[in-house]
């Protein structure tokens, strides 16, 4: 039990023993007092200390039940919609590292299925300035994807809307 339920179990008992003591001097000692003399204080103690505990009691929670979402192509969308929007005012470092490398996986699993090369052998050839303009024979979309980072802001959401219009038009 906590300290202060035992505290007020304390106080609860030195006041009825008090007041049984202190009425029972002023009554005759050969009277005898009806039943609810003593059940009364005693009841009104137990009515005190259940509200006391009852205070404190925890009920459990329901929990509430999770549907299962059938698609979370809305929380993907929303997560790359944050992370343009954060690498529009980034560093060219996470311009990079997040969005552009993104892209050119996408690109190298599209050249992967319509040429039948294998992804690793595509990347990797993607990766060489001599071979990769050669095998997209797309000489923009390759300095899109593989040259410098644009100025911050508007100008690399202009040059991911132009990279993802590229890599949809490509064929091999």
Known sequence: MKRSTLSLILVGAGLYYGVVFFVRGYLPSDYSPPAYFLVAPLAAFVLVLIADLASRATVPSENPVRRVQRRVLSREVRFLTDQIETATHASPEYFDKVLRVRLRNILSERVSLETGMDRERVQS?????????GLLRD???YDLLYSRTFARGQERVKMLRETVTRVEAWRA
Do not use: A, E, T
């Open 125 to 133: 050839v993607l990766g060489n300035p001599v071979l990769g303009p």
């Open 139 to 141: 000489r923009q979309l």
